[in-house]
């Protein structure tokens, strides 16, 4: 097995712990899978995704070449949006719905999904129930940007091909009655298109033009398509280059590492190799704020009285773990 002998016992055990706590495990790798034999199925390409991908980065390039024409509170704008989108990804669909890491209110949850719908990666239950069949199958046909298909698929490729049958399939067995049983997961997905028409693009779009007389080319590139394809591609590095640039200070028996490039441009989420090691930890990474800006953004929701139970792993588990199963670069 990848952890091994007496290590995958208590590697179990803390998972019962605080994984039986969140009321979920499906986001633990499951030993037991193994891909089918015989020849894969043939690559299916999904051309209408190919062409709007392409279209949208092609406009993000135009955004790039108009920086210099914007206003400069334009261009503070598109940050803020920036960090608002990535807030509903990582704060959000990640830590809250996919891992169950800590506790949000009812306000709180309505804001991340408001946010969630500007960064425009599928609504909030399809984002997570793929991300745990990303944990749970990580780097076999199940896994939906498995990382040993190449750098390409894991980034963007697999959003621009039909699926594997074996991430449907396995998909199709995960509990995710906790999403369902979420009111403001189910409306966000009932009226997902509206949200992110108005979110993603109309929202970020008309505040320069309306507030301070940005002009209407420079509101739609820089602060709704540029941000939405930095955002995306921050993303996209998570799966890509942190499975596969980065040291394994805690299993170095798994693709995903510890990529301080990534971790910077994703708020935090590219302490890669101890998120899936631990994917119940609140903070995704031992460091608590460190390159943590989502962690910080929870910590503070927490002292307002919106979150709780954060989930976190301790010192102890930490280093007993590395000791047995990391690479030695201890380093984070
Ligand atoms: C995007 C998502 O960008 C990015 C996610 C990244 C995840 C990152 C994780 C990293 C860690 C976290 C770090 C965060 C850092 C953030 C930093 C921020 C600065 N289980 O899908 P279909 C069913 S999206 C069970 O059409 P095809 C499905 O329900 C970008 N069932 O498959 C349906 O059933 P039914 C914008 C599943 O035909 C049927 O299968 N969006 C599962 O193969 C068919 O589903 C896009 O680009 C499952 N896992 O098409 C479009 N999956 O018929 C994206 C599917 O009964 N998607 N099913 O309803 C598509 O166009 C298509 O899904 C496709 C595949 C072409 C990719
Ligand atoms: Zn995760």
Request: proline fraction near 4%.
């Amino acid at each position: 097995t990848r952890n091994g002998g007496a290590g995958m016992e208590k590697a179990l055990s803390n998972q019962e712990d605080l994984g039986g706590d969140r009321g979920m495990t499906d986001d633990i790798f499951d030993e037991s899978y193994c891909e089918k034999e015989g020849p894969k199925p043939a690559r299916r390409y999904v051309w209408r995704n190919i062409i709007l991908m392409s279209l949208l980065h092609l406009g993000a390039l135009y955004g790039l070449w108009l920086i210099p024409a914007a206003k400069p509170v334009t261009l503070v704008w598109g940050s803020l949006c920036f960090l608002l989108s990535a807030l509903g990804i990582t704060a959000g669909a990640h830590r809250i719905w996919s891992h169950r890491s800590y506790k949000a209110s009812l306000p709180l949850r309505i804001f991340l999904a408001i946010a969630n719908s500007m960064a425009f990666q599928n609504d909030i239950y399809e984002w997570a129930r793929d991300h745990r069949v990303h944990h749970k199958f990580s780097e076999t046909d199940a896994d939906p940007h498995n990382a040993t298909r190449g750098f390409f698929f894991s980034h963007v490729g697999w959003l621009l091909v039909r699926k594997h049958p074996d991430v449907i399939e396995k998909g199709r067995k995960l509990d995710l009655s906790d999403l369902k049983a979420d009111k403001v997961v189910m409306f966000q997905r009932r009226f997902y298109k509206l949200s992110v028409v108005v979110m993603c693009f109309l929202f970020p779009t008309l505040v320069p033009w309306c507030f301070w007389g940005e002009s209407l080319r420079n509101s739609f590139f820089l602060p709704a398509i540029l941000r939405y394809v930095l955002v995306l591609n921050a993303t996209w590095l998570v799966n890509s280059a942190a499975h596969m640039f980065g040291n394994r200070p805690y299993d170095r028996n798994i693709n995903p590492r510890e990529n301080r490039l990534v971790t910077f441009g994703a708020l935090g989420e590219g302490f890669h190799n101890y998120h899936h090691t631990f994917p119940y930890d609140y903070s995704t990474s031992e460091f608590g704020w460190h390159y943590n800006f989502t962690t910080a953004f929870i910590d503070l929701m927490c002292l307002l009285g919106l979150a709780s139970d954060r989930k976190k792993v301790s010192k102890e588990t930490i280093l007993a773990r590395k000791t047995r199963t990391g690479d030695g670069s201890h380093n984070g």
